[in-house]
């Protein structure tokens, strides 16, 4: 099983350009979540999913938008990239909410710069 | 959910026990406490969760006072490889916001 993966592993981007984030996961986990991670600090939750079909707003959710149209996949979008969205992004599933099935499994992240 | 309060950075000798405190003295009758880890800006890793017993699994053992105001994670025999950031995190059965702190960097020395 591959686990959690990310697509890119690196972007660099333009003030203004937009771009799709892509987190896949073999493990037929329900929920899926987006996280960031800013130098020197811990990961802080942008979206998350339930199931198909559902998403919800995390800790930091301005600037992002996400879409769950398969059970595998969670896409994470930036419609006009800013500076401050420069920034490792991290996601990551798990089977449940609830112990014990709430271990969450991240990927390998994706380090996105915006000029 | 409650605020952890972790050293920022711990030393260990390899084959040494390290023992990584973490403060959570608002944490509320039913939050778990979680810890997991994050090698060289690689994903975190899960580790172990507790919420009044002690807990050991394969990874390292989890003990949690008396009180639950304070837990300690335990690595019994520390290796290079288990250098790291340690996150301690506080949260509620079924809430899917999971709130980072900055961590415990552990450093493993030969």
């Known amino acids: 099983n591959a686990g959690v993966t990310q697509t890119p592993k690196f972007r660099v981007l333009k003030t203004g350009q937009s771009m799709t984030l892509l987190c896949a996961q073999d493990?037929?986990?329900?929920?899926m979540y987006w996280y960031r991670q800013d130098p020197g600090m811990g990961l802080r939750l942008i979206h998350y999913?339930?199931?198909?079909?559902?998403?919800a707003k995390g800790e930091v959710p301005d600037g992002y938008n996400v879409s769950r149209l398969k059970k595998q996949n969670f896409l994470l979008g930036l419609e006009s990239a800013a500076p401050s969205q420069t920034s490792v992004y991290f996601c990551?599933?798990?089977?449940?909410?609830?112990?014990?099935?709430?271990?969450?499994?991240f990927g390998p992240g994706t380090r996105l710069t915006v000029l | 959910d409650a605020k952890t309060t972790q050293p920022p950075s711990m030393d260990c000798a390899e084959g040494r026990a390290a023992n990584l405190p973490c403060n959570h003295s608002?944490?509320?009758?039913?939050?778990?406490v979680y810890w997991y880890r994050q090698i060289h800006s690689q994903g975190p890793q899960y580790i172990i969760h507790?919420?009044?017993n002690n807990e050991t699994n394969e990874m390292a053992s989890l003990i949690i006072t008396e009180d639950r105001k304070s837990s300690t994670l335990i690595l019994p025999h520390a290796t290079l490889r288990d250098t790291a950031v340690y996150y301690c995190?506080?949260?509620?059965?079924?809430?899917?916001?999971?709130?980072f702190g900055a961590g415990t960097r552990l450093t493993v020395k030969p």
């Open positions: 493990m037929n986990h329900e929920y």
């Open positions: 999913s339930v199931g198909e079909g559902t998403t």
């Open positions: 995190i506080v949260r509620l059965d079924n809430n899917n916001d999971m709130r």
């Open positions: 990551a599933s798990s089977y449940s909410s609830l112990v014990p099935y709430n271990e969450q499994f």
């Open positions: 608002t944490i509320s009758g039913n939050e778990y």
């Open positions: 507790g919420l009044k």
